[in-house]
């Protein structure tokens, strides 16, 4: 099954007030969905949009696979293990909150931040928290998380370049900037396609664009 999702569907989150504007791919907070719950392991797939100085402020997570990938601007991430880091365009974070873990995310900068956070689940819970950056992901392969049996893949395309979907259980795809097509689908930034139970079709860009790609044992 070939799923698509468009970007002005998302729920909306955050507010003028906070300095934050949030777009949720799933069900989230306020907005509950019992048809749109997760795809997977995949519980949350969140664009974030932070003024100067608006964040985050500390608060817990845990038995989740928090991964993070900056477009534009700085996040300033602290958290209760002792990392405090600052994250840019082009680097993934990857917070695993294990048996529970405090953080604050914030936009320290004097510029516009955006964001994709996507929050995986485990398969097993429990074990230690772990924190990692990986600097300039893009075109330096795919990143794996074992504990959800998870890949992300990272394409960064010119227009009429193609690439192919990963044959896997589950496939997610969110457009994070440009236009592309997934099969028949013309896609946008924000819009996503969620595949199960057959082979993907390519992923061919129609413009310049840049594309996360989730590869999904279950």
């Known amino acids: 099954m070939i799923s698509v999702h468009r970007a002005e569907d998302r729920y909306p989150g955050g507010g003028q007030d906070t300095g934050i504007l949030s777009r949720h791919a799933f069900s989230f907070g306020s907005h509950y969905d019992p048809d749109n719950l997760r795809f997977g392991v995949i519980m949350a797939c969140n664009s974030e949009r932070l003024e100067p100085g608006a964040g985050f402020e500390e608060h817990p997570h845990s038995h989740t696979e928090i991964v993070t990938w900056v477009v534009e601007g700085e996040l300033t991430h602290r958290d209760s293990t002792g990392h405090a880091t600052t994250v840019r365009p082009g680097d993934l974070q990857h917070l695993s909150a294990a048996s529970g873990v405090r953080h604050v995310e914030r936009n320290d900068g004097d510029a516009p931040l955006t964001f994709i956070q996507m929050w995986l689940s485990p398969l097993e819970p429990g074990g230690r928290p772990a924190y990692t ?8 392969g795919p990143y794996t998380i074992p504990s959800a049996g998870a890949t992300l893949h990272v394409h960064r395309l010119d227009a009429g370049e193609r690439t192919a979907l990963p044959d896997a259980a589950r496939v997610y795809v969110h457009v994070v900037s440009g236009d592309v097509r997934v099969g028949d689908a013309e896609l ?10 057959e082979p993907g079709p390519e992923l061919v860009a129609t413009g310049a664009a840049e594309v996360l790609v989730w590869e999904l044992s279950a």
Not at 188 to 197: E, F, L, P, T
């Open 133 to 140: 950056v990986v600097p300039g992901l893009a075109g330096s």
């Open 188 to 197: 946008a930034s924000g819009d996503s396609v969620r595949i199960s139970g």
